[in-house]
């Protein structure tokens, strides 16, 4: 496992936020751990994935395993998203430790939800073409002022804390 890449995805949460009006969301409950996942989409012309976020109640590997998902599917189609597999998340941390192995699994289980809310959508004629044309234009527009995105100051604001106190560290996460 790549500690270093592992921490700093906890410490960024690249995508850790809720979407303002997604084209899509989805989500997964773990009933072994009791976590819960969700990932939003803003999905373009394409069926490319503009932007894509995630909220989980999980722990450090549930945060990292969900940025790491965000990471990998980011511009990809809703297809070639699917296509992802448990294997590649893991190879992305580059392994995974053997109580966690499960971890890559919840957070593709909450992607294929959404992804699959996607295409619902447009086999019912809910989601348009304009409502595509509109996610990139609004992608576009917000990618340098997003908050998640990693790089904001708002995400800097968010970040992890570091807290001493009598000998007692604490890192708050938010």
């Known amino acids: 496992m790549n500690f270093e890449k592992f921490q700093q995805l906890v410490e960024h949460r ?9 084209t899509a969301s ?17 999905v373009g012309p394409g069926d490319v994935i503009e932007d894509v976020s995630y909220f989980t109640t999980g722990c450090g590997f549930g945060t990292a395993t969900c940025s790491l998902l965000v990471e ?17 998340i893991e190879a992305a941390l580059d392994g995974y430790p053997e109580k966690k192995k499960d971890y890559p699994e919840r957070s593709r289980f909450a992607l294929q939800a959404a992804v699959e809310d996607y295409k619902r959508g447009r086999a019912e004629g809910r989601i348009t073409d304009a409502m595509l044309e509109q996610a990139r234009a609004t992608v576009a527009a917000a990618a340098a002022t997003q908050p998640g995105n990693g790089t904001t100051s708002e995400d800097v604001k968010a ?16």
Do not use: Q, W
């Not at 809703?78 to 597999?85: F, H, M, N, Q, R």
């Not at 970040?159 to 938010?174: R, Y």
């Open 26 to 42: 989805g989500e997964y409950f773990s009933d072994s751990c009791g976590d819960l996942y969700t990932f939003f989409l803003k």
């Open 72 to 88: 990998l599917v980011r511009g990809k189609t809703v297809d070639e998203a699917l296509g992802i597999s448990d294997a590649d």
């Open 159 to 174: 970040g992890p804390k570091v807290l001493e106190d009598a000998g007692v560290l604490t890192i708050k996460l938010h």
């Open 14 to 22: 690249t995508g850790f936020r809720t979407m303002d009006a997604p």
